[in-house]
């Protein structure tokens, strides 16, 4: 804990940030009055989706190797007292790079979805936070139907650590996947259940709620989001309502989606025409009341972080080149902005350590 004269008591945290670009950042982040520091930087060519581990101690980024070499997943870790990142060790994704990664609840696995090969690969880490080469790849191609492409967009291991569930925006459907730690082929492909939404929704981010009983959707293409009922791997649809008012042709670009530590509020994000940040609150039975529209303050927000407390959002605008800082009322769930900024070439993730 750091003291601020008047302020009491104030707890700093980091923010990682992934780019489009030829690095990552390392912040500071105040959050007292949401300012942010840069500490650090690490060049690794391509960096893009992030995930940290349940300890905290490590950073796992998918990363674009260029000039049609491929993808690999890089393991990284995070020195608390200098806000360092080192590079551990890479394994391949495949012909294609990533273009989202999740952690185990146990610091033991790592799944990373691909979307334009249409599959998901999950890897096993060592204790030290190497990354053994994937040990079970699951490839959406040969379930898809004559002329569907699937595009895995998000791979998210459940709260209790049994499944992993997987969107694919080709195919509209939610896959499943049973996991296990004991087998050679950790998730159960035979054993799957499948989700369907309607047609060209366009699966891309999940969240679930922190009481694990809910999980919510935001559709890419059709700006949707679809509130399931989960229980042991399966989901049941209760509320299908449209959030990107912009989109009118299938052709919308809703990017993410994230819920407050308490579980009182839902955000997601929209890109292309709309370029704005929609909140909710979430009622008891799960259902969403929409709250707000604002802006980004940017172009094209594929991302963004909610910090430990629940009180300040901080959005990644890729196009703009800058991540900006709201604060958010712990009791409507509305946000303002603080005016606090960065510039960063090309912001693709964000993700927070304590």
């Known amino acids: 804990m750091l003291r601020f004269p008047g302020n009491g008591y104030c707890e700093n945290h980091f923010l990682i940030a992934g780019t489009y670009s030829q690095g990552m950042y390392v912040f500071r982040f105040n959050s007292d009055n949401g300012n942010l520091s840069q500490i650090s930087t690490l060049n690794l060519h391509g960096s893009q989706y992030l995930a940290v581990s349940a300890n905290q101690k ?8 260029g000039e049609h070499k491929g993808g690999e997943l890089t393991s990284l870790s995070f020195d608390k007292t200098k806000g360092n990142l080192s590079i551990i060790n890479a394994v391949s994704t495949g012909p294609e790079p990533c273009c ?17 090969s249409g599959n998901l690969t999950i890897f096993r880490t060592n204790p ?8 079970q790849t699951i490839d959406h191609n040969e379930i898809s139907l004559k002329g569907v492409v699937p595009h895995v967009h998000c791979t998210l291991f459940s709260p209790d650590n049994k499944y992993v569930i997987a969107a694919d925006l080709g195919l509209d459907k939610l896959f499943s996947y049973p996991f296990s730690k004991s087998t050679t082929k950790p998730l159960d ?15 891309r981010h999940l969240a679930f709620h922190p009481n694990g009983k809910y999980l919510y959707l935001i559709s890419e293409r059709s700006g949707h989001i679809i509130s399931y009922n989960y229980n042991d791997g399966k989901l049941i649809q209760f509320e299908d309502q449209l959030s990107d008012s912009t989109n009118h042709n299938g052709n919308g670009g809703s990017a993410d989606i994230h819920i407050t530590p308490d579980g009182k509020f839902l955000y997601v994000t929209h890109r292309t025409k709309a370029n704005d940040i929609v909140g909710y609150k979430i009622t008891g039975s799960g259902k969403l009341v929409e709250l707000f529209h604002q802006s980004t303050l940017g172009i094209q927000p594929r991302n963004f972080v909610i910090d430990p407390a629940g009180s300040f959002l901080l959005v990644a605008n890729v196009d703009s080149g800058n991540i900006v800082v709201f604060r958010i009322n712990n009791k409507s769930g509305f946000i303002s902005s603080t005016g606090n900024t960065v510039s960063v070439e090309k912001p693709f993730c964000l993700k927070m350590i304590e």
């Open 100 to 116: 989202f990664v999740d952690t185990g609840r146990d610091n033991k696995w790592v799944v990373a979805g691909n979307y334009r």
């Open 189 to 203: 492909e035979t054993k799957v259940a499948v989700s369907e939404t309607p047609k060209g929704y366009g699966p």
């Open 58 to 65: 490590y950073v796992y980024v998918t990363n674009d190797i």
């Open 128 to 135: 030290d936070g190497t990354l053994q080469p994937g040990i």
